[in-house]
């Protein structure tokens, strides 16, 4: 069984700090793990994804995330908030041979305040 | 290239009555998926097509969801009779297959329907 937890449904930072969303994953085989961002009113967009090859993944936007097996994590980041970047972050994981079956959290809101 | 195309994007219906979901995928993408996404939580897949057939339909409550994919392109997702808890946003998706990885498979998102019964 595989599945994901998100540790916060709300964070709230201001424009110009660090993020951190926080993401821990149980999976019985090796991982594939995803960030997806939702904006309102539009569809979910990949933000990165870790495939085993380098475990600092870069995405888009400045946004990066470091898969920690020996934590089981897989935390996003991003040094400097934008207001551009408030919506809803999700985890998600799954793994080969899973017919690319993905498995999300719950998913966590992040607000960016002036 | 075009996205992942969805209607309606609202639909407010009462209970017991029924109502369809349309998605056109990317085109070439020969895999579809149809989540349903409940207030406060991620999505929850319901049902995975690869071209016509569906190759996973495990978490789709088949006593009133359908769905099909005629011509291994566009789909239909279909609620009769809608019961409350049914109230969602319905979310379409497709990708390509570029391997058993599933990372190289990245799925696609449509707007989705947001769906209210009343």
């Known amino acids: 069984a595989q599945s994901v937890t998100q540790l916060d449904s709300h964070v709230s930072v201001s424009e110009g700090t660090p993020v951190l969303l926080r993401c821990n994953y149980s999976s019985s085989y090796s991982p594939s793990l995803f960030w997806y961002v939702q904006h309102p009113n539009k569809g979910l967009q990949l933000l990165l994804k870790y495939t085993s090859a380098a475990t600092l993944v870069k995405g888009i936007n400045g946004f990066e995330a470091e898969f920690k097996k020996s934590e089981t994590s897989f935390h996003l980041t991003k040094p400097s908030a934008h207001m551009s970047d408030a919506a809803e972050y999700f985890c998600v994981v799954t793994f080969t041979g899973g017919g690319n079956k993905l498995t999300f959290g719950t998913g966590t809101q992040l607000k960016v305040e002036l | 290239e075009a996205g992942v195309a969805q209607s309606p994007r609202y639909k407010i219906i009462e209970k017991r009555q029924s109502v369809a979901f349309w998605c056109n995928p990317i085109?070439?993408?020969?895999?579809l998926y149809w989540y349903q996404q409940i207030l406060g939580q991620g999505p929850k897949l319901l049902i995975q097509?690869?071209?016509?057939?569906?190759?996973?339909d495990s978490q789709l409550p088949k006593d009133r969801f359908s769905a099909e994919r005629l011509k291994g392109v566009d789909s239909t997702l279909k609620i009769q009779p809608a019961k409350l808890e049914d109230s969602a946003v319905y979310l379409c998706a497709s990708s390509s297959f570029r391997g058993r990885l599933a990372a190289y498979n990245e799925q696609f998102f449509g707007p989705g329907t947001r769906l209210t019964v009343l």
């Open positions: 097509f690869q071209n016509n057939g569906v190759v996973d």
């Open positions: 085109s070439g993408h020969a895999t």
